[in-house]
């Protein structure tokens, strides 16, 4: 598993790579732009425009949802990418912390109308996921979302069969969505897939 330091290094070279990916329909970026736009949409087509980023990254999107006048919040482990991150986007308020470890005390004080994490949330255990996305639930407002875009898919069977085609490429380390189980723990997620292996999941508040 990457740790700070190691996105760090990558930061500067990690838009190339996706892209490269994304390009090719491989394995872990196939359908990453698809799945950013989608995003996108939705999060411009609420009238809030509070937005929390976990694990932004070199905000690749959340820069974007930034120059059409959204307020951006954000959480990253990698110094680096914030610091990317914060030149895009001068008046972002963005904290460095492990979301792992759970949000830093600054975001937990605000309210969302959106909460994104894009291929972030694959570093917690399901078990991890769980938890964390409790916790985000009550941070949004009302009619707010949650929209995970990451290297997901709708059965455990799916997810397998990806392993198998992908085969050395896996990624052992990381823990992917799978939505029929974490549909058990939250009955009112929706899945789309987006690639053979990425999908939109959605969680609005209750």
Same mark, same amino acid.
């Given at each position: 598993?990457?740790?700070?330091?190691?996105?760090?290094?990558?930061?500067?070279?990690?838009?190339?790579?996706?892209?490269?990916?994304?390009?090719? +329909?491989?394995?872990?970026?196939?359908?990453? *732009?698809?799945?950013?736009?989608? =995003? &996108?949409?939705?999060?411009?087509?609420?009238?809030?425009?509070?937005?929390?980023? =976990?694990?932004?990254?070199?905000? #690749?999107? #959340?820069?974007?949802?930034?120059? !059409?006048?959204? #307020?951006?919040?954000?959480?990253?482990?990698?110094? *680096?990418?914030?610091?990317?991150? !914060?030149?895009?986007? $001068? !008046?972002?308020?963005?904290?460095?912390?492990?979301?792992?470890?759970?949000?830093?005390?600054?975001?937990?004080?605000?309210?969302?109308?959106?909460?994104?994490?894009?291929?972030?949330?694959?570093?917690? #255990?399901?078990?991890? %996921?769980? @938890?964390?996305?409790?916790?985000?639930?009550?941070?949004?407002?009302? +009619?707010?979302? =949650? &929209?995970? @875009?990451?290297?997901?898919?709708?059965?455990?069977?799916?997810?397998?069969?990806?392993?198998?085609?992908? @085969?050395?490429?896996?990624? !052992?380390?990381?823990?992917?969505?799978?939505?029929?189980?974490? %549909?058990?723990?939250? $009955? *009112?997620?929706?899945?789309? $897939?987006?690639?053979?292996?990425?999908?939109?999941?959605?969680?609005?508040?209750?």
């Amino acid at each position: 598993m990457l740790n700070s330091k190691d996105f760090d290094l990558w930061a500067d070279d990690y838009d190339k790579s996706v892209g490269l990916s994304d390009e090719d +329909g491989s394995y872990p970026f196939a359908g990453y *732009r698809k799945l950013l736009n989608a =995003i &996108y949409n939705r999060v411009l087509s609420h009238a809030g425009k509070t937005v929390l980023d =976990i694990g932004f990254g070199t905000a #690749t999107l #959340t820069a974007k949802l930034y120059e !059409q006048g959204c #307020t951006i919040y954000g959480q990253d482990f990698s110094a *680096r990418m914030l610091e990317i991150a !914060q030149a895009k986007m $001068p !008046q972002a308020r963005l904290y460095q912390g492990d979301f792992s470890n759970g949000l830093v005390e600054e975001l937990k004080h605000n309210r969302y109308d959106a909460i994104i994490a894009t291929y972030s949330l694959h570093h917690l #255990t399901d078990e991890q %996921k769980v @938890g964390f996305l409790s916790g985000l639930l009550p941070l949004l407002n009302e +009619g707010g979302c =949650i &929209y995970i @875009g990451d290297v997901a898919f709708a059965t455990r069977a799916e997810l397998e069969k990806c392993r198998e085609e992908t @085969g050395d490429d896996w990624d !052992q380390d990381e823990f992917y969505m799978v939505f029929d189980e974490l %549909k058990k723990a939250f $009955p *009112r997620m929706r899945f789309e $897939p987006v690639s053979s292996c990425a999908g939109l999941l959605s969680l609005e508040k209750e």
